[in-house]
C-alpha cells in the first residue's frame, strides 16, 4: 500500500472534516495516510479520529487564561515574522519523514497555513505536491476569513487584518504555482485558482454515505433547521425566511405553535439571527439549540420538515463559491431545501439539478415553497424531496476518495 503525508491545518475531533472523511476512505483505493496537523481542542469530529496515524502540533500549552492569551500574542508576531508555525510543522514532517516512504504531499488548508511546510518538504526530499484549498480568502465579502482580531485601538486589527491577508495571499500563491495539482470545493474557486495553476481539480465537499440517508420520522411541529455558523449578513442572509413566516403567520397560515425554526448555531451567530428575527417581528418562531455532534445532525436533519440553506447573492462584493458541507448532507437525507438567499450561482445550479428543493431570489418563492411543504406535512407528518440519485453519487466521501486517489496515481507516475 502507498503512503501519503497529509499536512493541514485541522483534523478530527477538530473542525474541518474533509480530510477525516478522506483518511476514513482513503485505503479502500490502496493509499494509507499519515497525518501531521495543530492540534485544536474541539471534539465535533471524534468519530472520524483514530482512522489512521496522526501527529498533532500543540502551539498554545498554557492552562492558565491570560498566559495563553499573552502566549497566543507571541506566536502571532512570531508567525507573521518569521513563519513560526510552518517551521515548526516542518520540522515534525521531517521526522516523519524519516520513518516512512512516502510516494508524495497532500496539503489541505483554509487560507495558507501550513502551506509553506508543506511545500518546504515536497521541494526538499523531492515529492510531488497536491495542495487542497478548503476555501479562499476571495470568497468571503469583508474580514470573515480572520478567526481573531485584535484591539480596534490605533488602527492595530485593521493593520493587522492587512498584514495577514498580504501574507496569507503571496505565500499560498506561492505554493500553489509549485504545486503538482490542486484541488478546491466548487466551480468558482477552480475558474479563481486556474491563474496560478493550470492543474486544478474539482472535488466537492460532501455527505458520508454510512453516517446521512433518509429516514421519513413523523413529527409534531413541523420544523424548520438550521445547522452550522452565521458569520456575517452579507455572507448568509436570514431575511428572506424571515419574511416568508411573517407574511405566512400574518395570513395565518402557519403560527408559533406549530412551526419552529430550530438553529443549531454558536452564540455569535445566535446572536445575530436574534437581531434579525426581532427586526422582521418573528422571534416567538426560534429556538436555539447550540452545537452538537456531528454523529447527532443525521438524525436532526431527518426530524426536521425543511432544511435551511443561509447564502447570499454572488456578486462582486458578495460571497462566491459557497458550497457548505450542510448543502451535501442535506441532499443525501432527502428532505426540501429552502435557500436563502439564492446565490444566483453556483449553488442555486446545484440545487436545480439535485431537484431538493428551491434558491429563493424573492420572499415570494419562500413563502410558496413554505406553504407546500406545510401541506404536505399536514397530510402526512413529514416531508420527502426527490433528489435526483444520480447527482446525489457525485457528492459521496467514498467517492470523493476515488477521485483524490486517481490524482495521486497521476501525479507519482509523471
Known sequence: MKKILIICDLFPPAF??????????????????????????????????????VTHINFYTAKNKIIRKLQWACILLLDLLWGYKDVRMYREAQKLIRKNKFELVLCSSFRSFPLPAAQRIAHTYKLPLVV???DIIEQFTGDEFMSHRLPDIFGLNK?????FKKKSLHERNRALKMADFVTTISPWHVETLKQYNPNVELIYNGFDPELFYPEQKKTDKFIITYTGRLMSTAMRDPGLLLEALKILSDKNIINDQICRVYWYVDPASQKLITA???????SSFMDFKGYVQA?????????????????????????????????????????????????ESYLESALQESKAGIAARH????????EDCF???????????????????????????GQFAEIFETVIIR
Not at 17 to 26: A, H, N, Q, S, V
Not at 329 to 337: G, H, N, R, T, W
Open 16 to 53: 474541518g472534516p474533509r480530510m477525516g472523511y478522506l483518511c476514513k476512505y482513503l485505503r479502500n483505493y490502496g493509499w494509507e495516510p499519515v497525518v501531521l496537523a495543530e492540534h485544536v481542542e474541539q471534539n465535533t469530529f471524534t468519530f472520524l479520529a483514530n482512522k489512521c496515524e
Open 132 to 134: 487542497d484549498l478548503r
Open 159 to 163: 493593520l493587522y487584518i492587512s498584514i
Open 276 to 282: 434579525e428575527a426581532d427586526k422582521a417581528g418573528v
Open 295 to 343: 454523529t447527532e445532525i443525521p438524525s436532526v436533519l431527518n426530524n426536521s420538515s425543511v432544511l435551511l440553506l443561509l447564502a447570499n447573492r454572488s456578486k462582486e462584493k458578495g460571497p462566491k463559491g459557497i458550497m457548505t458541507t450542510k448543502f451535501f448532507e442535506s441532499l443525501a437525507v432527502e428532505k426540501p431545501i429552502l435557500c436563502v438567499r439564492s446565490d
Open 363 to 370: 420572499v415570494e418563492e419562500a413563502c410558496r415553497f413554505l
Open 375 to 401: 401541506t404536505e406535512w399536514k397530510e402526512k407528518g413529514y416531508t420527502t424531496s426527490q433528489t435526483d440519485k444520480k447527482v446525489l453519487r457525485n457528492y459521496s466521501r467514498k467517492e470523493q476518495a
